[in-house]
DNA sequence: CTATTGAACGTTTTATATAGTAATCAGAGG
DNA sequence: CCTCTGATTACTATATAAAACGTTCAATAG
């Protein structure tokens, strides 16, 4: 939804302060800046952007956009069980945060800067995440793969249990296979989880 | 162990520097302070730490060595099955990593100041409590409570999918009671992981 | 010889002055 | 009217000077 809305000049706005931020950071760039890329003045900028950080929050927004749609496909990939969609779903943001911190540094800072100033956008974009793997699960107890009564509690459960991998907050120190194996010893572990929940729920059915 | 090989002076100037730093604050107490309240000279105060941090260093042993004490006792308890014990120990882990940084932001402070100088430390203290960890693991395995191959290696699972609610790095945010629910539901799903290994092991068996 | 001192040293932290920046707004241009 | 400008303002960050700090060590005391 971001881009689309935005007139001619706001894009042209965007874009240079993009390039900018992706490549000197936030802090290091500068309104002035921006408006001479944009051959404006600075206050001209402010008819479009509230703020230089509603900027950056517009760029922002869109990186995720794009992340989000990733993981969307993953949940909505036919053919796959949904074991192995919340298996992907969990490494895929794994290494999105990965990436994030280790080979997009400005990217990075860009984001955290954001975040200890706008809080509430993180709180929006685990909201949306976890609708995704709210999703698979619910896919998963319908097809009767698990046995899953709220969704929506387990797959906070789930994203808790990864935090240490999926949070961009936590510093990821290690190789990217020693993580990922880590995180994939948690997921095996929630998925017998499921399994004996979907067992028991099973056994129990003609004895009430 | 910290404490018993330090003569009569060294732990006049623990206690002189405890005191203070839990007051002011790691890096708002001086030598000249401690040194101060000792009735000696700063140069001293060398002649028994060799510097500011080793004598933190020696404080935050002491208190850790206290809170491992308590998660040992867990493990140890009779009479306990060791789900039981399993869910106590995390549930400890949490609330100690809660307090220290709710209700006790001097130490919290130490802690930081001390771990970023000296990230070994962390790393040695993780490994003595999953050593505990591990063990009521293992102890649940003989019983044949759980059905675990490796001990150390889940213990490792363990606590990465707790480490949101046990690790003072994170920033806690919310009640108490409301992230401890959080935390019961990653135990509920990880034991019924191990119910349903056990299950399937006991199920193979005949076969093989 | 051992235990202690306190001035001296190099570094870090803090206080202050300076420069630069984000955001505003009265007015120019179309 | 509507769009845009750039000088102005209040604030923030950077650079510089001053104070404080951790640490050392030659000298002193017992």
Redesign the pocket.
């Known amino acids: 939804m971001p881009d689309d809305t935005l007139d001619e000049?706001a894009k042209q706005i965007l874009k240079a302060a993009s390039r900018r931020f992706l490549h000197y950071g936030y802090?290091k760039?500068?309104?002035?800046e921006i408006a001479k890329d944009c051959n404006?003045?600075?206050?001209?900028l402010?008819?479009y952007f509230p703020?230089?950080?509603d900027i950056a929050e517009m760029f922002v927004r869109v990186l995720r956009r794009d992340q989000l749609a990733q993981l969307r496909d993953i949940a909505d990939t036919s053919g796959v069980t949904p074991a192995d969609k919340l298996r992907a779903f969990l490494v895929a943001k794994f290494q999105l945060a990965y990436e994030r911190f280790h080979d997009k540094p400005k990217a990075f800072e860009l984001s955290s800067s954001l975040l200890s100033e706008r809080p509430k956008i993180a709180v929006e974009w685990e909201e949306m995440e976890r609708q995704v793997l709210a999703g698979i699960l619910r896919e998963g107890d319908q097809i009767d793969a698990f046995a899953i009564d709220d969704p929506d509690a387990i797959a906070k459960t789930l994203l808790d249990a990864a935090y240490r991998f999926t949070s961009a907050a936590v510093f990821h120190e290690g190789e990217f296979g020693a993580l990922e194996a880590e995180l994939q010893g948690i997921v095996d572990l929630a998925l017998d989880g499921f399994a004996w929940r979907k067992a028991k729920k099973h056994q129990m059915a003609p004895v009430a």
Do not use: D
Not at 29 to 32: I, L, Q, Y
Not at 40 to 44: A, F, I, K, L, Q
């Open positions: 000049t802090g760039t500068t309104m002035s404006m003045s600075t206050g001209n402010y008819r703020s230089k950080l």
